[in-house]
């Protein structure tokens, strides 16, 4: 079964420093992966996404992430970090079971704070 | 375009009454799905629709019901709401069922149980 881990429920980093949000990923097949931005009171949006091809992904709002199969991780990065930042981001997994249909199956979220 | 709209925004509702969260998207997206969101669980999959006149059992479905009458619409029903349903619901969509497709999300319902 797949499963996602993301280490840290709360990451505190000041304005203007590296924002790294850890996710490492169970599956057995080549995995498909995201990494959603929840806003206040919002839904998720996709920042970025991992399919196939280049292991360095590039996302929106600055944020990128590292496709890294022998660690089985793909952690979030941005070189600095703004005060609109501030949310919760949470990293999954994708797959289409037997039965059909997409199973994203998500990390339980890290809120990320950021101090002026 | 709006996306995905849900109603309500948030609703408090006493145990045993029976209530429908309301979604609707305009991308004409063939596959909808419902999520819950609890406080350190993330968001887990309740039910979901590959296409109109289809829907089937997500993660945890016990206690909810869905109908897909058409590509637009997607409603999810409490029968008899507990406690244990006080939640945010996400109603998300995507273009094809396919591994590598991005969800849209809506706003969410906050939903209270009382």
Same mark, same amino acid.
């Given at each position: 079964?797949?499963?996602?881990?993301?280490?840290?429920?709360?990451?505190?980093?000041?304005?203007?420093?590296?924002?790294?949000?850890?996710?490492?990923?169970?599956?057995?097949?080549?995995?498909?992966?995201?990494?959603?931005?929840?806003?206040?009171?919002?839904?998720?949006?996709?920042?970025?996404?991992?399919?196939?091809?280049?292991?360095?992904?590039?996302?929106?709002?600055?944020?990128?992430?590292?496709?890294?199969?022998?660690?089985?991780?793909?952690?979030?990065?941005?070189?600095?970090?703004?005060?609109?930042?501030?949310?919760?981001?949470?990293?999954?997994?994708?797959?289409?079971?037997?039965?059909?249909?997409?199973?994203?199956?998500?990390?339980?979220?890290?809120?990320?704070?950021?101090?002026? | 375009?709006?996306?995905?709209?849900?109603?309500?925004?948030?609703?408090?509702?006493?145990?045993?009454?029976?209530?429908?969260?309301?979604?609707?998207?305009?991308?004409?997206?063939?596959?909808?799905?419902?999520?819950?969101?609890?406080?350190?669980?993330?968001?887990?999959?309740?039910?979901?629709?590959?296409?109109?006149?289809?829907?089937?059992?997500?993660?945890?479905?016990?206690?909810? @019901?869905?109908?897909?009458?058409?590509?637009?619409?997607?409603?999810?029903?409490?029968?008899?709401?507990?406690? @244990?349903?006080?939640?945010?619901?996400?109603?998300?969509?995507?273009?094809?069922?396919?591994?590598?497709?991005?969800?849209?999300?809506?706003?969410?319902?906050?939903?209270?149980?009382?």
């Amino acid at each position: 079964a797949q499963s996602v881990t993301q280490l840290g429920s709360h990451v505190s980093v000041s304005e203007g420093a590296l924002v790294l949000l850890r996710c490492n990923y169970s599956s057995s097949v080549p995995p498909y992966l995201f990494w959603y931005v929840q806003y206040p009171n919002q839904g998720l949006q996709l920042l970025l996404k991992y399919t196939t091809g280049a292991t360095l992904v590039k996302g929106i709002n600055g944020f990128e992430a590292e496709f890294k199969k022998s660690e089985t991780s793909f952690h979030l990065t941005k070189p600095s970090a703004h005060m609109s930042d501030a949310a919760e981001y949470f990293c999954a997994v994708s797959d289409i079971p037997h039965t059909g249909f997409q199973k994203l199956v998500f990390g339980t979220g890290t809120r990320l704070l950021v101090s002026p | 375009t709006a996306g995905i709209t849900q109603a309500p925004t948030s609703q408090i509702l006493a145990a045993g009454r029976s209530m429908t969260l309301r979604c609707t998207q305009d991308m004409r997206h063939n596959a909808m799905y419902w999520y819950r969101q609890d406080l350190g669980l993330g968001l887990r999959l309740i039910h979901y629709s590959n296409t109109a006149g289809t829907t089937g059992k997500g993660e945890v479905p016990d206690g909810y @019901s869905v109908s897909r009458a058409n590509t637009d619409d997607f409603p999810l029903t409490l029968a008899s709401a507990v406690p @244990s349903q006080t939640s945010v619901y996400f109603c998300a969509s995507s273009d094809e069922v396919k591994a590598y497709n991005e969800q849209f999300f809506g706003p969410g319902t906050r939903l209270t149980v009382l």
